[in-house]
Every structure is written in structure tokens, then in C-alpha cells.
């Protein structure tokens, strides 16, 4: 695989990681469909999507694959009064990234980042395939393509990027 922005990001960093890549399937890029090719539970399986607060504009919050964005809870930590999601047009130019491979790192252009908390909890017990480091697990992120899962310790994600975590996950 080409290296993309995001590991280049890291690499610069220094910040370890792994890259599983998988066959894309174009008519189902779901974090559920990723999960289940690269042999993770879904909720160690972070989705990133872009989002637009009133008073901060553009923003980028990370979920558990299986999970919905609350808006209110990211318009809360984020300062804003109101957060909205930005059409799927807009994604591609605002980020770099096409739909199904949005990396919270090495985006055009750096974004308040936003990572929910659930990211360091885990079940070490519940890995498949990937091998686990101590405090709780490791998570994957979008490499920035699809067809390649980046997947790294959630404080090294926390690092690289400056992400504030918090609950920000729809409660049933």
C-alpha cells in the first residue's frame, strides 16, 4: 500500500501502529462491513465523520463503528449551540478524504478533533484476530483510503492529534 497523509503523520511522530488492509466492497463501506473483514469488533472500529458547529465551524469527531453521533453531546464539548453534519459533498473537499476512508489524521487542513471516551475501554478478551497492548486496547481509524484501517493505541490517536475526548455517543 501507497503510504497516505495519516501514516506519514505518524511516522513523522513516531507513534507505532499497524495497518490491516482489506477488500473494499464500493457498495458497502460500513464500519460493520470493516470490522467484520479486518477481524475486530465493531466497536473498536472508530468511523470518522465531519461535522459543523455554529460558532467553531468545521469539527471531526471519531465513534465506536456501531454507535450514532450525538449532535448535542458534540455541540457541548465542542462550545457550540448547535452541531450539523456536513453533506457528503462537502467532505472530500473540506478533509481530502472520500466517503469510507475519513482519517482523523493528515486531513488538508487540521480540525477540532473529537474522540468518544469509549475509545479507552475495552475488553482485551473480546480481540479476534489483532494483538492487544496493555490499557485496554487498541482501536483502528481510517487510513485515509478505504481498503487500509490504521490501528494504534488511544492515546497515541489522542496525541497525534490533540483530540478531546468525551461521551459523544447516542445513549438507547
Not at 457528503?88 to 475519513?102: D, M, W
Not at 473529537?114 to 490499557?135: I, K, M, R
Request: with cysteine.
Amino acid at each position: 500500500m501507497k503510504k497516505t497523509n495519516a501514516v506519514r503523520l505518524l511516522d513523522k511522530l513516531g507513534i507505532p501502529y499497524e495497518l490491516m488492509e482489506y477488500p473494499v466492497d464500493e457498495e458497502d463501506v460500513s464500519a460493520e462491513n470493516v470490522a467484520s473483514k479486518v477481524g475486530m469488533p465493531l466497536e473498536r472500529v472508530f468511523k470518522t465523520l465531519v461535522a459543523r458547529g455554529d460558532r467553531t465551524g468545521v469539527l471531526v469527531a471519531s465513534i465506536p463503528g456501531g454507535a450514532e453521533l450525538d449532535l448535542k453531546k458534540l455541540a457541548a464539548l465542542s462550545g457550540n449551540k448547535r452541531v450539523e453534519l456536513v453533506a457528503l459533498k462537502e467532505v472530500q473537499p473540506l478533509t481530502g478524504y472520500i466517503r469510507g476512508g475519513v482519517s482523523p489524521l493528515g486531513m488538508k487542513k487540521t480540525y477540532p478533533y473529537f474522540l468518544d471516551e469509549s475509545a479507552f475501554h475495552a475488553d482485551p478478551g473480546s480481540w479476534s484476530t489483532v494483538p492487544v497492548f496493555p490499557l485496554g486496547g487498541r482501536i483502528s481509524v481510517s487510513a485515509g483510503v478505504r481498503g487500509c484501517q490504521i490501528v494504534l493505541e488511544p492515546e497515541d490517536l489522542r496525541r497525534a492529534t490533540g483530540a478531546v475526548t468525551g461521551d459523544l455517543i447516542h445513549s438507547s
